[in-house]
C-alpha cells in the first residue's frame, strides 16, 4: 500500500497523461480464459509484493495456488490459508476430563468449563518458490510453508479466569503443481500436490497431544463448485505417545467440496472418515455470507460465518470425544 501511495520520484516517474500520450499498444491476454470480465478491479488488503495478482478474470483455484504467471503474487508475501476467524461456539458437550488411549496423557482433575466459548482461528501462508519442476507460459508450481493456529476460549468463564482452553498449532509445508486447465464449464483437475504437517497443542502431561503426517492433494472445479481432496499417513506414532489411535478418530482422510452460490453466498461441507469398518470421522458445514461487496474484484474479504460440527477432532484435545458444535462469527477470506 506505501509504495502504491508514495510519491512519483526520479527513478519512478510519474504516471502519463492519457490526453497527450499514444495509444498503448496491445498487449497479451491471460493464457486462461476469463472467468468475470472486471477491468479495474479493486485489488482489496493485501500483503503481496504484486500488483494484479488477485485478477478476477483468473478462476479460484488458479488464483489461490497461483497456477498460471498470470496470478503469480510473488513470492515471501502473506497470503490467507484456511479462513482466519473470530466467533462464539456452542456444543452439546464439553471435555471437561480429556481423555486420551495412553494412561499418561489422560487427565485426573476435571475442569469446569462452559458449554459455550470463543473460537479464534489465525490461518497465513507464503510461497518460498515457484518453477521447480513446471514453469511454463501457461502453467507453473508452487513451494510453499503455511501456519494455522485454532483456540478454543472460556471467556464466559470467570470463576476459572478464562482459560485457554484448548490451542492448536499446525504449521506445514506444501508443494503443488498445476494438472488441467481450467474450463467453466466442466470438470477439470486443476491440481495436485504433497504436504507434510505437525500438528500439537503445546502442552504438557497429561494433556500433551501430537503427531505428524505426510499427505496427497488434489483439486477440481467447475465454474463456481470445487473439490478438495486429501490422503493422509501418519509418520510414526500409534504405539506408546500422546495419542494413540488418533487416525481412527479424526481420520485418514478428507473431502470438502465448495459451492459459490453467488457473489455474497459461499456454502461448503468437510467430511473426514477414517477409511476403515469401525472408523469414525467427522462433518462440518459452513456458509460464508459476504459483507460490504462492491461487486469488483474477488468476492473475498470480511465475512459472515456460521458452522455446524459432528464428530471427532474438533481440536485436539477432543480426538477422542464425539461432540456436535455450532459456531457464528467473522472471517476473512482471500485477502
Known amino acids: ?63 489461490i495456488w497461483e497456477l498460471v504467471p498470470g496470478a503469480d503474487c510473488g ?17 452439546d458437550t464439553i471435555n471437561r476430563l480429556p481423555f486420551s488411549e495412553n494412561p499418561a496423557n489422560t487427565a485426573t ?6 458449554h459455550t466459548e470463543m473460537r479464534l482461528q489465525l490461518s497465513v501462508r507464503t510461497k518460498v518458490a515457484q518453477g521447480l519442476l513446471v514453469d511454463t507460459p501457461e502453467e507453473r508450481d508452487s513451494l510453499w510453508l503455511a501456519y494455522s493456529q485454532q483456540s478454543y476460549w472460556q471467556l464466559f468463564t470467570p470463576q476459572l479466569s478464562r482459560p485457554f482452553r484448548s490451542t ?27 504436504g507434510v504437517v505437525h500438528q500439537s497443542n503445546g502442552q504438557s502431561l497429561p494433556l500433551s497431544r501430537s503427531w505428524n503426517r505426510v499427505y496427497l492433494m488434489a483439486g477440481a472445479e467447475r465454474g463456481p463448485l470445487q473439490l478438495h481432496g486429501r490422503l493422509w499417513h501418519r509418520i510414526g506414532g500409534d504405539g506408546d505417545d500422546d ?10 482422510g478428507e473431502l470438502r ?34 459483507l460490504g461487496d462492491d461487486g469488483l474484484g474477488p468476492p473475498g474479504g470480511l465475512q459472515l460465518h456460521l458452522q455446524l460440527f459432528h464428530g471427532y477432532g474438533d481440536s485436539l484435545i477432543d480426538y477422542t470425544r464425539r461432540r456436535t458444535m455450532f459456531g457464528v462469527g467473522l472471517s476473512l477470506v482471500e485477502w
Not at 479493486?42 to 478474470?57: F, K, V, Y
Not at 515471501?76 to 476467524?85: D, L, M
Not at 492448536?168 to 504433497?194: C, K, M, N, T
Not at 495419542?243 to 485418514?252: A, C, K, V
Request: charged content about 25%; aromatic content about 8%.
Open 1 to 63: 500500500w506505501a509504495e502504491s501511495q508514495r510519491a512519483p520520484t526520479a527513478a519512478q516517474p510519474a504516471a502519463p497523461n492519457p490526453a497527450t500520450t499514444p495509444a498503448a499498444t496491445t498487449t497479451t491476454p491471460p493464457s486462461e480464459a476469463p472467468v468475470v470480465s472486471a477491468p479495474g478491479a479493486r485489488i482489496g488488503m493485501r500483503l503481496t509484493t504484486l500488483e494484479g495478482c488477485r485478477d478476477p478474470r483468473y478462476s479460484e483455484l488458479s488464483r
Open 243 to 252: 495419542n494413540p489411535r488418533i487416525t481412527d478418530f479424526i481420520g485418514r
Open 109 to 114: 482433575v476435571p475442569q469446569d468449563y462452559r
Open 168 to 194: 492448536d498449532h499446525e504449521p506445514e509445508i506444501i508443494y503443488v503443481a498445476p494438472l488441467q486447465s481450467p474450463d467453466p464449464d466442466r470438470w477439470r483437475l486443476r491440481f495436485g500436490g504433497v
Open 257 to 290: 467440496a465448495v459451492w459459490h452460490a453467488d457473489r455474497r453466498n459461499m456454502w461448503a461441507a468437510t467430511m473426514r472418515h477414517a477409511l476403515r469398518r469401525e472408523g469414525k470421522g467427522s462433518v462440518r458445514l459452513e456458509w460464508f455470507r459476504t
Open 75 to 91: 513470492a515471501f508475501g502473506i497470503r490467507g490459508y484456511r479462513p482466519i476467524s473470530i466467533g462464539v461456539a456452542s456444543a
